[in-house]
């Protein structure tokens, strides 16, 4: 197989401890129950995307706490894994490219990038402020799967790469098709995990720390 030469991050429940959807929308004075019985709205064909966003939105501006200030603190406060950091400075040690990209927000994706120092950063969400910087909107795509393989192709054209020069790490769904295309997925069991990642994951793990012994 070809040399390693990128690691392509998930962020939620792979290099953090908590979920950031989850933890916003607590801080926002909600409830993860509130946010998950939209998504499985619309999951179900209940209510239309559109729809669904605005939703959350509402979730979010309700008790006039929903400010950039507020939202960066949030992401702040998440704390990484453990292992995380160390195995991303023995990873840039080895001279291994790392990049993230995630199913959520992009400030939030700047804030953690920042943490472990990775310049290269793709998200989901993009929120807007107002004025005031006060949230006005936020942009969403629900195909996550797919924004993430096309995020990644733009990642391999900027760097030069081809897709078995990456392996991959994550926990979620929305990794799937990386992995496919990689060949080289590393399921990480975590709270969070969907288990279809292990039918084709060319690594399964339960702890970041245990990818070291892998990319040597």
């Known amino acids: ?6 690691i392509i991050f998930d962020i939620d429940g792979t290099l953090t401890e908590k979920n950031s959807w989850q933890q916003l929308i607590i801080a926002m004075g909600g409830t993860w129950e509130e946010d998950l019985e939209v998504v499985e709205l619309d999951r179900s064909g209940k209510i239309s995307h559109e729809e669904a966003n605005a939703r ?8 006039g706490l929903a400010s950039r200030e ?5 992401f702040e406060n998440m704390n ?12 840039k040690q080895k001279g ?14 700047q804030t953690i990038a920042e943490k472990v120092g990775a310049q290269n950063f793709y998200s989901n969400a993009i929120l807007r402020w107002d004025e005031n910087s006060m949230i006005k909107d936020f942009i969403y795509d629900w195909r996550q799967g797919e924004l993430k393989l096309k995020q990644f192709r733009e990642f391999l054209q900027k760097n030069n790469l ?3 020069e990456c392996a991959t790490i994550g926990d979620s769904d929305n ?3 990386l992995f496919k295309l990689t060949g080289r997925g590393i399921a990480i069991r975590t709270e969070y995990e969907d288990k279809v990642l292990e039918s084709i994951a060319w690594k399964v793990v339960n702890s970041l720390s245990e990818i070291k012994n892998i990319i040597k």
Not at 1 to 6: G, L, S, T, V, W
Not at 56 to 63: E, F, I, N, P, S
Not at 80 to 91: G, T
Not at 100 to 109: E, P
């Open 162 to 164: 081809r897709p078995d």
């Open 56 to 63: 959350v939105l509402a979730l979010w501006k309700r008790h």
């Open 1 to 6: 197989m070809p040399e390693i030469k990128a």
């Open 70 to 74: 507020n939202f960066q603190k949030t």
């Open 80 to 91: 990484l894994r453990h292992d995380a950091l160390d195995l991303v400075n023995y990873l």
């Open 96 to 109: 291994i490219i790392i990049c993230l990209i995630t199913g959520s927000m992009d400030l939030y994706a």
């Open 175 to 177: 990794d799937y098709e």
